[in-house]
């Protein structure tokens, strides 16, 4: 999608950025993925109020086909995967031995393949993970990145948009609620805390309904045929920056960006979405429960408003926060919202208060109540 009129790509403002392929990925043919296609606030008023489409290729994918594959990624991840059936889809991690996030993917299985697909930069790392943990298992899990593309299609008319590419009545997401602390063993059903609705296409690849729309995975050669098939039902494109932003706004961590090498689930609300607390040994599970029972995780994720910007640059991922000169947390996500102006996700200590007169940088910065 890099290539239709107007496309800036992320590399071009921000060499360093992370939404860029990873090396290997870039020398098998994965290409760049835009920003912007000219005007980003137009693009996340689109996906805010109708439906867009959005080029998330450079996301990595690792397929994992294997008799065995349901059970042995139930044994290694974050999530109640046994009961996951065919087409269906959830969220996992892969946790430190003391529990912090090392990996976050979002997962559909279609009767033959699981199909991880998670951050750009942390690809090799979940598939030495699970290459270690193989063993004698019947599983293949191979990084599927050059072969196939993250699609999303953002926003309150998304799943009707499917219609295009002959995709009809995908069920929105089943979320389980999440227990209160020190609730009974077999409260919690025994499957995934959050099932996503997954369709084939007709073209290869899957539809799967998720919170913000409908991610499709589709082959790399039928990638431009699928684009041009829904721009020419009526849909328009629009940039990371704008799927960024409804992201942020939506309170919704990504991994890597919201979250450092000491984060743990509970504090970046991925326990709902992610992590299945009843389900038994995984590793990093103790850690998970501990904090999950005493109901006092050491952070929080928060929205923060910037109120006092004098830039149009956003502040980058790492920023300090500051509360009377002594630090309390980081800025993950800064984005300039079409709405609210510049805002950020960040993590700060608990013990901050919602009404705390905080510093990123010199800019003023104002929490927003969950």
């Not at 403002?13 to 980003?40: C, F, L, N, S």
């Not at 948009?161 to 995908?170: E, N, P, R």
């Amino acid at each position: 999608m890099i290539d239709i009129a107007g496309a800036v790509a992320t590399e071009a403002i921000d060499e360093e950025t992370r939404d860029q392929p990873e090396p290997a990925h870039r020398a098998a043919g994965v290409g760049p993925v835009a920003a912007h296609y000219g005007d980003p606030l137009r693009e996340q008023r689109t996906l805010a109020t109708g439906v867009g489409l959005v080029d998330r290729s450079h996301r990595g994918v690792v397929a994992v086909p294997g008799e065995e594959r349901i059970g042995w990624l139930h044994t290694l991840t974050s999530q109640h995967l046994a009961a996951l059936g065919p087409w269906q889809g959830t969220e996992l991690l892969v946790l430190s031995p003391h529990g912090h996030v090392e990996q976050h993917a979002v997962v559909a299985d279609d009767g033959e393949t699981t199909w991880l697909d998670t951050e750009p930069g942390m690809t090799d790392g979940l598939l030495s993970y699970l290459e270690r943990m193989r063993f004698f298992s019947k599983v293949e899990p191979r990084d599927a990145t050059a072969d196939h593309a993250v699609l999303s299609l953002v926003g309150p008319e998304a799943a009707g948009a499917l219609d295009t590419l002959g995709v009809t009545g995908l069920a929105a997401p089943d979320q389980i609620a999440v227990p209160g602390p020190k609730f009974r063993s077999g409260e919690l059903p025994p499957r995934p805390t959050v099932r996503y609705d997954v369709r084939p296409l007709p073209i290869g690849g899957w539809a799967r309904r998720v919170a913000l729309g409908v991610d499709l995975l589709v082959p790399r050669p039928a990638m431009a045929g699928v684009v041009a098939e829904l721009r020419g039902a009526g849909v328009p494109v629009a940039g990371l920056w704008a799927y960024e932003a409804v992201r942020v706004a939506a309170r919704r961590a990504r991994a890597g960006v919201d979250t450092d090498h000491r984060t743990i689930p509970a504090e970046v609300n991925l326990i709902a979405s992610a992590v299945h607390l009843d389900k038994g040994c995984y590793r990093g599970q103790e850690t998970v429960a501990r904090v999950h029972n005493l109901g006092k995780p050491p952070r929080r994720l928060v929205l923060l408003h910037l109120d006092g910007v004098t830039t149009d640059q956003p502040p980058a991922a790492g920023t300090p926060v500051t509360l009377d000169g002594r630090a309390v947390g980081f800025v993950g996500t800064a984005v300039q919202h079409h709405e609210l102006g510049q805002i950020a996700l960040a993590v700060v200590k608990r013990n901050v208060s919602d009404d705390a007169r905080l510093l990123v940088g010199e800019t003023a910065a104002a929490i927003e109540p969950a």
